[in-house]
């Protein structure tokens, strides 16, 4: 299997997932591997570089790779050549075009869903002068509509946009353009929502500040401190700090052993992790063990409900962008960040974005 990600290059570095991913493949070895043959883990660094994303893609078809996994902004540069090569990509977080169409796009988890939920967030709060905060890259940019699918239900108005490039490091003017708000769905990786989180506290400004869960972990929240309050949590997954759930407790117990602090962990690791060990266990069960006949037992296993995985039934998308779009869920939960700590919103349940009554 290949990882995509960037762990380097001019914006945030999505480190968390390959220690998630090796604690999954190091239990599922020492269990006997699949069809007693080892899984075998590649990282590529695509550095926020489409070019070094279409290497990745091209080293994975050469390679006969059985699935990919990982989140990237340079979808639409590895996604047309996985496709081609007839390999899966499973458990991404998709952001691009090209992710959220192939027929080889298996993501249990939408971006698309965890911006329309920040919006969610701002209605069921009650809040009425919604703004946006996002990354100032292409794949960034695609998400500014996606905020009004969140907020229309509400009847709230179109978010003020505030851009920010991917290098910035002083916040201080992005801050102040979201003043007078009193909520901000943030379309940022950890390190950016962190700084703006912190610069929003330290001017005073105390609106709600949402954000999807992926990459938030608890030393991160940690970092953020007393600035943490007010911060709401949007995921489609347990959060992986809730080891009440047999599963996420696996997942602590993994990582742990293979050398991950329990602190360090995200709901993005959790999900990679979770795809991990449910591809080792559908390709255990198939003929040919290649990406074609896993992208068919994909396709033909009806209702899949592996925790701490959303439930999905890959041959029924959702149509929320077009009729095509591969997104498989469109509930969301919802923690409130307190005292340094993730507490359920209203009472822990599932919401619909789009139907939130």
């Known amino acids: 299997m290949m990882v995509i990600t960037a762990l380097s290059g001019p914006s945030e570095a999505f480190t968390d997932i390959p220690p998630a991913v ?8 020492k269990a006997g591997g699949v069809k007693g043959r080892p899984l075998q883990v590649t990282v590529c660094d695509d550095q926020f570089d489409p070019n070094k994303a279409a290497d990745c893609a091209n080293q994975a078809v050469a390679g006969k790779y059985l699935f990919v996994t990982g989140t ?19 458990g991404q977080i998709p952001n691009s075009a090209s992710e959220l169409k192939s027929p080889y796009s298996y993501p249990f988890i939408s971006g698309v869903i965890e911006v329309a939920g920040g919006g969610t967030a701002c209605g069921k709060l009650g809040k009425k002068t ?11 940019r695609n998400s500014a509509s996606l905020i009004g699918l969140g907020l229309k239900p509400y009847n709230l108005p179109p978010p003020r946009n505030v851009f920010i490039p991917p290098t910035a490091t002083d916040y201080t003017t992005y801050a102040a353009n979201l003043s007078g708000t009193d909520c901000v769905d943030v379309v940022l990786g950890g390190a950016g929502f962190e700084r703006l989180t912190q610069t929003l506290r330290q001017s005073g400004n105390n609106e709600t500040v949402a954000y999807g869960s992926s ?24 959060a992986v700090t809730d080891t009440n759930v047999p599963a996420v407790k696996k997942f602590h117990d993994e990582a742990v052993a293979n050398g991950t602090s329990a602190n360090e962990l995200t709901d993005e690791g ?21 990406g074609e006949s896993l992208a ?19 041959a029924k998308p959702v149509q929320v962008i ?8 469109t509930d969301v939960r919802f923690s ?15 919401i619909n974005v789009f139907n939130p009554s």
């Open 296 to 314: 068919q037992a994909l396709n033909t296993a009806g209702d899949i409900d592996y925790s701490p995985l959303p439930k999905v039934n890959f």
């Open 322 to 329: 077009s009729p095509d779009n591969r997104i498989f869920t």
């Open 22 to 29: 090796n604690a999954a493949t190091t239990a599922i070895n």
């Open 130 to 140: 919604p703004a946006a905060a996002i990354v100032d890259l292409a794949a960034g």
């Open 72 to 90: 990237s902004a340079n979808g639409d540069r590895y996604m047309p050549i996985l496709e081609k090569g007839k390999i899966p990509v499973v």
């Open 215 to 238: 990459q938030v972990s608890q030393k991160g929240i940690d970092r953020l401190g007393a600035a943490a309050t007010g911060v709401v949590l949007v995921a489609q997954n347990p």
């Open 336 to 350: 409130e960040l307190r005292d340094g700590r993730r507490v359920p919103l209203f009472d822990g349940q599932s």
């Open 270 to 290: 959790l999900i990679m992790w979770g795809t991990t060990h449910l591809v080792a266990e559908l390709a255990a069960k198939i003929t040919t063990v290649d």
